[in-house]
């Protein structure tokens, strides 16, 4: 499943965060195992814009956890391009 999201992420299509997100909030393994970077394929702050637009309490729920995630630091210096180079070169080692 974390190998989908990858893939999703990579993609960058902001009609994939939820997507992502339902699969993050699966179960507790999914939840700890699917990095909260990869709902922002398309970038941050244009996650954060569509999860506040989309109305829904699923995009409610994830634009909580993205701007807790923010706030603890969990992305200080992120980046699409480099979490991808980085998640690519993990994959291949």
């Known amino acids: 499943m974390k190998l ?3 893939q999703l ?3 960058g299509q902001l009609s ?3 997507v ?3 699969a993050k909030e699966s179960s507790w393994d999914a939840h700890c195992s699917i990095d909260v970077q990869l709902l922002c394929g398309a970038g941050l702050d244009a996650t954060k814009a569509h999860l506040e637009a989309d109305g829904s309490e699923d995009a409610a729920e994830a634009l909580r956890y993205l701007l807790d995630c923010e706030a603890a ?3 200080d210096n992120f980046s699409v391009a480099e979490e ?3 998640r690519a ?3 291949l080692n």
């Open 16 to 18: 994939d965060v939820l």
């Open 20 to 22: 992502i997100w339902q």
């Open 73 to 75: 630091g969990d992305f």
């Open 89 to 91: 070169n993990y994959h």
């Open 9 to 11: 992420f990579n993609a």
């Open 84 to 86: 991808a180079r980085w």
């Open 4 to 6: 989908c999201c990858l």
